[in-house]
Every structure is written in C-alpha cells, then in structure tokens.
Nanobody, 125 residues
Framework: QFHLVESGGGSVQAGGSLRLSCTAS????????LGWFRQTPGKEREGVAA????????VYADSVKGRFTISQDNSDNTLLLDLNSLKSEDTAMYYC??????????????????WGQGTQVTVSS
C-alpha cells in the first residue's frame, strides 16, 4: 500500500535551518502533485509548498516564499523541504502529502489523498 514517511524535524533557534524529508513507497504512477503542510493545535492545516512531479513547477505560501524550498529526489522517491531563516511562527507539525485526481488548488489539503504521520518543527526565539 502506498505510504509516506517524514523525517528531519527538530528544534532550532530562530534564523536557523532544517531539512525535512519524505519518502514515498512504492512508486505510484497516479501521483500528480506533492506537497508540504503544517498544523498547530487548534488551527486548520496550512499548505506550505507544493510541486508537480512531471513539470517540476512549484507553489509556495506567501508566508514562506523566499525562505523555504521544495524539491524532489526522483532517484529514491524522496520529497524534500529546506527551511531557512526560520521564525517562531514556523513552529508546527509538518506533513507531506501526495495527490492524484482531486483539484482544489495545490495548497488545499482537499487536493491530497495520502498523508504522512508528521514531523515536529520547533523554532525558539
């Protein structure tokens, strides 16, 4: 069964950097978008960044544009998110996601069918 596993979260001071990884297995030809989302207690899940695997086109939330970078390593089906210039408001549980056919926009959680278990990012000021 297709599944996603995140890693790379942790604690960092404001201004620092982290790299999140998400490994997808087995390969799924129906996946046409990959994304990173984040969520804090009591708030809705927020789209952070997305990539269309075929074209390589990327989309970012305004709150992370210029600081976060989403990328793919197709050699091992890994989705990456580089987080730079971290702020305390970036503290959240981060999830990777994969979508097939639903299209409510690349940063809308409704567009995604598969989710990882999440990895915590904590930024201290």
């Amino acid at each position: 069964q297709f599944h996603l596993v995140e890693s790379g979260g942790g604690s960092v001071q404001a201004g620092g950097s982290l790299r999140l990884s998400c490994t997808a297995s087995p390969y799924n030809y129906n996946i046409n978008r990959l994304g990173w989302f984040r969520q804090t207690p009591g708030k809705e899940r927020e789209g952070v960044a997305a990539v269309y695997p075929t074209s390589g086109s990327t989309v970012y939330a305004d709150s992370v544009k210029g600081r976060f970078t989403i990328s793919q390593d197709n050699s091992d089906n890994t989705l990456l998110l580089d987080l730079n210039s971290l702020k305390s408001e970036d503290t959240a549980m981060y999830y990777c996601a994969a979508g097939t056919s639903r299209n409510y926009g690349p940063l809308n959680p409704l567009s995604y069918d598969y989710w990882g278990q999440g990895t915590q990012v904590t930024v201290s000021s």
